[in-house]
């Protein structure tokens, strides 16, 4: 079955005509005076699935949260599209899996990524409907600037650029003194694109989740006139956990109860403030969480209510999330959704909901409104892709999820760590295997000897993915993977290089982890961006770059320049020497100046162009540099080797 492509041309038919000619019934009721609906949309960081009451918490209370499932709908089957930060936060705000706009995993403070520009997210498709929009709290789609979710349709934000465990801070809530974490910048916290503040102790992140909400009531009241979309993307309770005066010591499970009991309070605040002003009505509130519990922290991490396993993997516990929903009037109350949902299906929902066109590019998500509207027969979701980082772990389809060979972080059969210091991984060879999540939701049993139609069509399904968004486990790439948003160098955009004509040969290949687009990437008149993994760098793993370059026939030369990258936090260093050498018919070479570079440490990541003069009329070009060989003693990667890249050997 074509599910991908119906999917498409459904999510095209709606966008093409759908949101155009059939206006929803409601937006008729807005056209005679009423403004249309609010969204709330409350975001938490590594909530698990059995951490609020309605989902059977135990040991803590959430009566807000159970409130609004009251009043609304909670869903069962719902997933966030992985089960990590980044790239869950990117398939909730553009639609789409993670895998097709090129988000994945989790964006570090050095990574020179974020969100592409090209995508439309949930806050840019709403203001062009005339929404105010904010966030407040975790952003985690590029912390540089161009990247701020002010560059990407949100009039307002306050909060952390990424997770709140990105801090040179350490288990103990002293400041790092060795190791990897040292690495890390302070913790800024952000206003607009402004660091008003940094998080440096434990005291601080406790007063995260009440400033967040904070912000989300004056928000709503500042925009009571006018449709609003507010973002509350709590940074709780992701370790370290922070709570606040008011509720610490509060619950019977502990710190972990406290924190979600205070995110509770919060949204009690919410409801109230959209009380206050008579708001409620006309306010659809979205409650989920980005994935399910870091089970390794033990008394600090959540609940996934007997799913199996947790955040990082792609059983059930890992994407599968709480998530309620309230819409009076519109959505039934007290009733429960069976149906699968995910995150992605969430921007789609709110076009329909909005009455807003689509994005122009192709998303995943289906408009799940039929369901939030209690009709039982709808079915707008029947597959779902479990990708974690670029890998397709499984895939779902109805009661089916065929489970593909991978390697898998597990929790199980290691003992958990306690009170804020993480207990080690276990890691797990995970075989091929069919579940039946209808009978066997803790995918206990592979039941796939008994049902090989049922393998056969998920293959299928999961072939037709891998030709899609690609695959990881099977080094595939998929065809409509659309690139990240890629910081740049300040370097001219187009090159001449005499060399583009000419053939270009490696003494010793590039890592097949780097091998750009082959040799030529070097001499292509293309130059890389700030993001090595971008295909424009060729990087060498403690081997030195020896190319030879043959113009074709004798030309005059007068300079030749070759650009390498630094990027000492990813172990990339510039070369220790660069040598150019030169030669009429390919046998006697004369060398040209030698040029030493320097090899301090240096925390930025800069491209450094080194040029050696010629002047001669040659024909073959030996370039040599230096790789360092080894990370130096003052590194995280002391002793381990160096990498060494380049991405472009001008010839002038
Ligand atoms: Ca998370
Ligand atoms: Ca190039």
């Keep these: 079955m074509d599910t991908l492509k119906s999917r498409r041309d459904f999510l095209k038919t709606l966008g093409a005509a759908g949101v155009a000619f059939s206006v929803p019934v409601w937006w008729n009721q807005c056209s005679s005076g009423k403004k249309p609906p609010n969204i709330v949309l409350i975001f938490t960081d590594d909530q698990g699935y059995g951490d609020a009451g309605v989902y059977g918490a135990k040991k803590f209370t959430t009566p807000y949260l159970d409130r609004l499932a009251d009043e609304g709908m909670y869903f069962t089957q719902f997933y966030a599209s992985q089960a990590v930060c980044s790239a869950s936060r990117a398939s909730l705000l553009t639609g789409c899996y993670a895998e097709r706009v090129s988000i994945l995993g989790a964006l570090m403070p050095w990574s020179e990524i974020g969100l592409n520009h090209e995508e439309t997210t949930i806050a840019e498709m709403l203001k062009k409907r005339g929404y105010s929009t904010a ?79 904070k912000k989300a009531v004056h928000f709503i009241k500042k925009n009571q006139h006018n449709p609003f979309f507010l973002y509350l993307a709590h940074s709780m309770p992701h370790v370290p956990l922070g709570v606040s005066d008011k509720f610490k010591g509060k619950s019977e499970q502990g710190m972990y109860g406290d924190v979600i009991e205070e995110i509770d309070w919060s ?27 870091w089970l390794n922290y033990g008394n600090h991490a959540g609940s996934t209510g007997g799913l199996r396993e947790g955040k990082g993997t792609a059983f059930e516990g890992g994407p599968r999330v709480p998530a309620i929903m309230r819409w009076p009037g519109h959505i039934p109350s007290g009733s429960v959704c ?129 030709q899609s968004l690609g695959d990881r486990l099977q080094k595939r790439t998929g065809k409509d993977v659309r690139p990240p948003g890629r910081r740049s160098f300040n370097r001219k955009k187009k090159i001449k290089n005499v060399a583009a004509g000419g053939t270009i040969t490696l003494v010793n290949p590039a890592s097949p982890q780097y091998p750009g687009k082959g040799p030529k990437t070097l001499i292509n008149e293309q130059l890389g961006s700030r993001d090595f993994h971008d295909h424009q760098w060729l990087g060498f793993e403690g081997t030195d770059l020896e190319a030879v370059i043959d113009l074709g026939s004798v030309k005059t030369v007068n300079k030749v320049s070759s650009s390498f990258l630094r990027n000492q936090l990813s172990w990339i260093f510039l070369p220790e020497w660069v040598e150019v050498s030169v030669s009429t018919e390919g046998s006697i070479y004369t060398k040209m100046k030698k040029v030493t570079l320097s090899q301090k440490q240096e925390p930025d990541t800069i491209v450094k162009s080194v040029g050696i003069e010629v002047e001669k009329n040659v024909r073959y070009i030996k370039v040599h540099a230096r790789n360092r060989g080894q990370c130096p003693d003052w590194h995280s990667g002391a002793g381990g080797k160096a990498w060494l890249f380049c991405d472009e050997i001008l010839v002038e």
């Design 135 to 213: 966030i407040f709290g975790k952003w985690h789609l590029g912390h540089h600037k161009e990247f701020l979710p002010v560059y990407h349709g949100f009039d307002e934000y306050f909060g952390l650029p990424y997770s709140n465990d990105m801090w040179p801070v350490d288990y103990d809530g002293h400041p790092v003194k060795k190791g990897h974490k040292k690495n890390y910048p302070p913790l800024p916290l952000i206003e607009g694109v402004k660091v008003v503040d940094h998080i440096n102790t434990l005291d601080d992140q406790a007063t995260l989740t009440t400033q967040y909400a």
């Design 267 to 293: 949204v009690g605040r919410v409801l109230k403030t959209l009380d206050q002003y008579g708001l409620s009505d006309n306010t659809l509130v979205i409650y989920t969480s980005d994935n399910g519990p």
């Design 338 to 466: 069976r149906k699968m949902v995910s995150t992605i299906d969430i921007l789609p929902t709110l076009a329909a909901v909005t009455g807003s066109p689509l994005p122009d590019k192709p998303i995943d998500g289906v408009n799940i409104l039929p369901l939030l509207k209690g009709d039982e027969k709808a079915e707008p979701r029947d597959t779902f892709l479990y990708y974690y980082c670029g890998e397709l772990r499984a895939v779902r389809q109805g009661r089916w999820k065929r489970v593909f060979k991978h390697r898998s972080r597990s929790y199980v059969g290691v003992k958990p760590g306690r009170d804020g210091h993480p207990g080690p991984y276990a890691f797990l060879k995970v075989q091929p295997a069919l579940y039946d999540l209808q009978s066997d939701p803790g995918e206990t049993t592979d039941v796939a000897a008994q049902h090989p139609e049922i393998v056969k069509t998920l293959d299928a399904l999961a072939e037709k993915a891998r």
